[in-house]
Nanobody, 119 residues
Framework: QVRLVESGGGLVQAGGSLRLSCAASGRTFSSLVMGWFRQAPGKERELVAA????????NYVDSVEGRFTISRDNAKNTVYLQMNSLKPEDTAVYYC????????????WGQGTQVTVSS
């Protein structure tokens, strides 16, 4: 079992920055593929960014490419999402999630953290 706890959300003006953190506990965090999802009101949850166990080959949804950076520190069992040049359309609840390598679905989830970007 893996427990994930997000932090770092809040209210920011358009053009500002936030860094989300996700602390993991319970098993070998370094073996998991980690992702950040978001869900805005009335919209489906979408995968924003993901990163492999080694931290190589991060990938992003097109709408955040060049503005968001996902990273991880396996020694601290933590994954981060640095969000720059935030836009009102980035407003959502952001979730940290983990899956086993080779698995097709994420089965470990955090409780979510609200990010609100004002115009």
């Amino acid at each position: 079992q893996v427990r994930l706890v997000e932090s770092g959300g809040g209210l920011v003006q358009a053009g500002g920055s936030l860094r989300l953190s996700c602390a993991a506990s319970g098993r070998t965090f370094s073996s998991l593929v980690m992702g950040w999802f978001r869900q805005a009101p009335g919209k489906e949850r979408e995968l924003v960014a993901a990163i492999t166990w080694s931290g190589s080959v991060p990938n992003y949804v097109d709408s955040v490419e060049g503005r968001f950076t996902i990273s991880r520190d396996n020694a601290k069992n933590t994954v981060y999402l640095q969000m720059n040049s935030l836009k009102p359309e980035d407003t959502a609840v952001y979730y940290c999630a983990g899956r086993e390598v080779g698995a097709t679905r994420y089965n470990y989830w955090g409780q979510g953290t609200q990010v609100t970007v004002s115009s």
